[in-house]
C-alpha cells in the first residue's frame, strides 16, 4: 500500500472559499483516507511538507475535444486513427501538467482512449466520454462543405460527430454510442462556430428528435448535454430534458431562471473564443467560421452575469481545438472578470464533478475521494493566475494517488 500523509501547509476549501491551517490529509493507494486537524498516525506512510503551500483538489475540465489535433476538424476526421490516438496523447498530458486531473471529453473520444488511461499506458487525467456527438445533416457536426455529399468519416477517430436524421435515427444513433461506452450523450442543436453552413441562430434538431434522444439516454441512467448559444435553442433544449447546456453566450435572464428550475448544469467555454479570435485563421479555420466569433465572443461575459443571477451552476470548460489547446489555463482570468475567485474555482472543481457524474470522487479533498491533488506555490482565492502560470506555480500534481509532477525538493 501506498502512503503519504501531507502536512505543513494550507488546504483549499473550495466551498467555504477559505485555506484551512494545521490539517493533514493522508493518501492511501488512489484514494483520500483522511483529513484531521491533529497529526495522523500513520507510521509507515511518507510524510511531504508543503511549506506553506496551498493543497487543493485537482481541475475538472468538463468540456474539451482531445481527438480535435486539428483546428480544421474536416483535415482532423480524414486522418488516420492511429496518428489521432497518438496526437491526442499529447494533448491530455499536456492539460495533465496544467493541473487539470479529469476532462470530460464534448465529442469524438472513445472507449480505447479511456482504457488506455485507466490501464496507465497514457499518462493523462481521467476521462468521462460521450462517443461521437449527434448532429442533423448540415448541423453543427456536419462539417462537409456544400458541394461536398461524401459520407461523413464518422469511424475515424478523428471525426468528432455521426449524422442521424430523424426520431428512429436518432434513437439508433444514441442506443450505439451507449453501447460503445458513452457516459453521457452529447447532441448539436444550434449553429456554431467551426461548421462551414450553419449560422449560429439556426435550431437545429427537432423536438421530437430531441425528446426521442432524451428518453434513450434516461433509460441508461445516462443525461443529454446540448451545444447551444441562443436563447431559442437553450430554451427548447431544456424544455425538451437536456441537461447540460454547452456555451450558453446568448441566454437571457429568463431563460437562464428555467434552466436553473430544470436543474440544468451550464459550461460556459469563453476561451475558445479568444483562441479562435487569436490564432484560428492561421490554422485553418474558414472564412465563413471566423466570421461568426464575434457574435458569441462579445456576449460571452455578460452571459456568465445572468447566469449566476439566475441561480444556474456552472462548470469549467475550454472546448479548443488542435494547436489552441495551449490557450486552456486562460479560462480562469476570462471568466474572473465578472465572476469571483472562488466561483471560478468551484466551476472547475466541484460543479463539473457533478457533470462527469463523479460529485463525491473528484474535485473536492474529502475522505473517500480520489486522490487528484495540486500543490500550489500561491494563493488561487486571492490570484486565480496562479493556476494559469501551472509552469511555475504548480509544485506537484497527483491523479489517483500517482505524482506526475513532483519538485518539492528542489
Known amino acids: 500500500m501506498t502512503r503519504y500523509v501531507f502536512f505543513g501547509g494550507k488546504l483549499l476549501d473550495v466551498d467555504a472559499g477559505t485555506l484551512r491551517e494545521g490539517l ?130 464518422q469511424a475515424s477517430l478523428g471525426s468528432l460527430g455521426r449524422i442521424a436524421d430523424g426520431v428512429d435515427e436518432v434513437r439508433r444513433a444514441t442506443r450505439e454510442e451507449i453501447k460503445n461506452g458513452a457516459q453521457f450523450i452529447k447532441i448539436m442543436a444550434n449553429g456554431g462556430v467551426a461548421s462551414p453552413n450553419d449560422p449560429i441562430h439556426v435550431l437545429q434538431y427537432s423536438r421530437e428528435e430531441i425528446i426521442a434522444i432524451v428518453e434513450e439516454a434516461e433509460n441508461y441512467g445516462l443525461y443529454v448535454a446540448a451545444h447551444t448559444y441562443s436563447d431559442a435553442s437553450i430554451r427548447r433544449a431544456v424544455e425538451c430534458g437536456v441537461k447540460s447546456l454547452e456555451h450558453c453566450n446568448l441566454i437571457t435572464p429568463e431563460t437562464a431562471r428555467l434552466a436553473a428550475e430544470a436543474g440544468a448544469i451550464a459550461c460556459p467555454t469563453l476561451v475558445a473564443y479568444e483562441g479562435l479570435a487569436l490564432e484560428g485563421a492561421n490554422f485553418g479555420l474558414n472564412p465563413d467560421s471566423a466570421a461568426k466569433i464575434d457574435t458569441v465572443r462579445v456576449a460571452g461575459l455578460e452571459s456568465l452575469k445572468i447566469m449566476r443571477d439566475a441561480g444556474l451552476p456552472m462548470a469549467f470548460g475550454s472546448d479548443l481545438l488542435g494547436q489552441l489547446h495551449k490557450y486552456q489555463s486562460m479560462e480562469f482570468s476570462l471568466r474572473t472578470r465578472v465572476l469571483s475567485n472562488q466561483e471560478v474555482l468551484l466551476s472547475a472543481t466541484r460543479i463539473s464533478a457533478r457533470l462527469c457524474g463523479m460529485e463525491d470522487e473528484i474535485g473536492t479533498l474529502a475522505p473517500g475521494a480520489y486522490a487528484d491533488l495540486l500543490i500550489v506555490d500561491g494563493n488561487p482565492l486571492e490570484d486565480i493566475t496562479v493556476l494559469e502560470r501551472h509552469d511555475e506555480c504548480l509544485s506537484a500534481i497527483m491523479k489517483g494517488g500517482v505524482f506526475y509532477k513532483n519538485r518539492l525538493a528542489e
Open 24 to 153: 493533514e490529509l493522508l493518501v492511501e493507494n488512489d484514494r483520500i483516507a483522511q483529513v484531521s486537524e491533529g497529526r495522523i498516525d500513520a507510521p509507515d506512510a511518507e510524510r511531504i511538507d508543503l511549506g506553506g503551500r496551498t493543497l487543493m483538489p485537482g481541475l475538472v475540465d468538463a468540456h474539451v475535444h482531445v481527438v480535435a489535433t486539428l483546428v480544421n476538424l474536416a483535415e482532423n476526421a480524414a486522418l488516420p486513427s492511429s496518428v489521432i490516438a497518438l496526437r491526442s496523447a499529447g494533448i491530455m498530458r499536456k492539460m495533465l501538467m496544467r493541473g487539470f486531473t479529469t476532462l470530460r471529453d464534448l465529442a469524438g473520444a472513445d472507449l480505447g482512449l479511456q482504457m488506455a488511461i485507466n490501464e496507465g499506458e497514457i499518462d493523462a487525467p481521467r476521462l468521462v466520454i460521450c462517443g461521437k456527438a449527434l448532429s442533423q445533416t448540415v448541423g453543427h457536426g456536419d462539417y462537409r462543405a456544400r458541394y461536398d455529399n461524401r459520407p461523413l468519416h
